[in-house]
C-alpha cells in the first residue's frame, strides 16, 4: 500500500462511478440524452453499464471524468440549456475490486447463510 | 392527468428510486450491509436490482422509503455507529414507467440510428 | 448504546438530511419549485437551510422524509409531470450531533493547525 | 447561446458543484477529511461554501473537478483505505448564474408572495 501512496499523484487512480445526466429545459424525455452518454462512453471504450437509476463506470479517475465532461457538453451541444448531473465516485487504495466483484461479494455473504 | 393530480394526497405516488447505503466506522468492506439491506427488499417483496454502484427499487413511494428506513435501522443493529445513505427517487404523472421500461427506452433510441 | 439499539424500532432515528428537487417537463427555472419545498419546511416547523446545491433539514426520520414526500407532490400539483429528487441522509447512535455541530467540527479542526 | 455552443469544447464550462466525500476504514468521524479538502480549495483559490451535508464550489469544469480528485488523492494520503464521493454538477448555457444568485432567485420568489 505504501508504493501505491507513493505514486497516487504521478500515476491515476482506478474508480468505480455511477453518473446520472439531467437535462432541463427540453421535456420529459431523458432517453435520447442518457443514449448520446452511451455513445460516449462507446466511443471511449468505457466499460459501462445502464440500469434505471444511471450508468456504471468502471476506469481510471481522468478517463472517467472527461467521459462524463464529455456528456455533459454533448446535451449542451444537443440544444439542452440546463444540466444537472450527479456522480458517485469510489476509489480504494487496499486491494483492486471491479464492479463486477462488488456484486458478486454481496451474493456471496447471502448464500453463505 | 387531472384525475391523478386530484388524489395525489390520498393514493401514494408510484415511484423509481436507487439508494446506496454506506456504513461508517466498521471497517472497509460494504458486502455484509449491503447484503442485510437486500434481505430487506427480499422480506418486503420490493422489486429490486442490485448493480455496483446501489439498488434499484420500484413501487409506492410509502413502500420504498419504509425499506430503506428499515436497512437504515438494521445496519445500526448490526453496529453500525453512523450510517450515510443515498437515495434517488423519481416519480411522474404523465404516465407508467417501470425500471425495465427506462432501460429498454434508452436503447430503442440506440438502435434506431 | 444499547438503550438505544434496543427502541430503534420503536422510536425514530435522529437524521441530518440533504435533498434536491429537479422537475422535469417545465423549463429551465428551479427556484419556483425550491421555494415551495421551502414553504412546506416552514409550515412544518423543519429547521432547514437552503444553499446552492440543495437544502440541508434535521429532524426525526419520519418528519423529514414526510416532507420530502409532500415537497414531490406539491410539485406534481403545481403541474411538473416528472421530478426527480436525490436525498443523503444520515444517522448516527454514537452520539447527537446537529448540522451547526457538524461545521463546526471541521472549523475546529482547521483553525487548531 | 450558438456562440457559446460552438466553444463549447475548446473552453471550459462554468459550473456550480457540491460534492461530499466519505472515507472508509478510518472509524466515525468525518471532520479531518473534510477540513483537508477545505485546505485543498483555499490553496487553489477555489470559491466555496462548507455546509452540513457537503462543500458547494463554483468556477470552470476542469478546476473543480481538479480539486475533487486532489481530495480524493490526499485522503489516500492520510491513510483511508476507501474512499466514496458523492458529486453533483451543474452547468447552464442559456446564463451566468453564482451560486449567492441560486440562493437569493429563491428568496425573491417567497418574499414576492
Redesign the interface.
Known amino acids: ?1 505504501a508504493e501505491k ?1 507513493k505514486n ?2 504521478d500515476s491515476d ?1 482506478n474508480a ?3 453518473f ?1 445526466v ?1 437535462p ?2 427540453v ?2 424525455s ?3 440524452y ?2 448520446e452518454c ?2 460516449v462512453l462507446q466511443e471511449r471504450g468505457i466499460k459501462h ?6 450508468t ?1 463506470i ?1 476506469g481510471e ?2 478517463e472517467l ?1 472527461g467521459a462524463i ?1 464529455e456528456c ?2 454533448r446535451l ?2 444537443m440544444g439542452v ?14 486491494r483492486e475490486q471491479t ?2 466483484e ?2 458478486e ?2 451474493k ?3 448464500t453463505k447463510e
Open positions: 500500500m501512496l497516487l499523484d487512480m468505480i462511478a455511477e446520472s439531467i432541463l429545459g421535456g420529459v431523458l432517453s435520447p442518457v443514449a452511451k455513445k453499464l445502464l440500469h434505471a437509476g444511471g456504471n468502471e479517475w481522468d471524468m465532461k455533459q457538453a449542451h451541444k440549456p440546463r444540466v444537472q448531473t450527479s456522480i458517485k465516485i469510489a476509489t480504494r487504495i487496499d464492479m463486477a462488488k456484486v461479494s454481496v456471496e455473504k447471502l
